[in-house]
Structures are given as C-alpha cells and as structure tokens.
C-alpha cells in the first residue's frame, strides 16, 4: 500500500469515527451521517489498496 494512500485512509476514519461521536453526542443527525461516511469512505480506500498489494504479489 503506497504510503500516501494509506495515510489518507487513516485520515478518513479517524476524522469520520471522530465527526460520528460529536455528532451523536451533541444530537445532530446529519453530522453523524456525514462522519459515518468519511469513515466508510477511509475503509473503501483501504481495501482498495490492500486488494492492489494482493494483486502485485
């Protein structure tokens, strides 16, 4: 997994987990929608370049 790409991933759970809890915490739907994406959005991205590593060996 390229290293940029990884760190991107990470990035977007961790801000997606994060944005979730705040979310919910403080009532607001929406954020909390929004969080859960980014953070399934960072778990596509992973997969995505882990199934590129499988590939290349």
């Known amino acids: ?17 994060a944005e979730k809890s705040v979310g919910r915490a ?6 909390a929608a929004e969080g859960s994406s980014k953070e399934a959005k960072g778990d596509l991205r992973e997969a995505k370049e882990k199934a590129k590593d499988a590939v290349k060996e």
Request: no cysteine.
């Open 1 to 17: 997994m390229s290293g940029n790409e990884k760190a991107k991933a990470k990035t977007e759970q961790i801000t997606g987990k």
């Open 26 to 31: 403080v009532g607001n739907e929406r954020m």
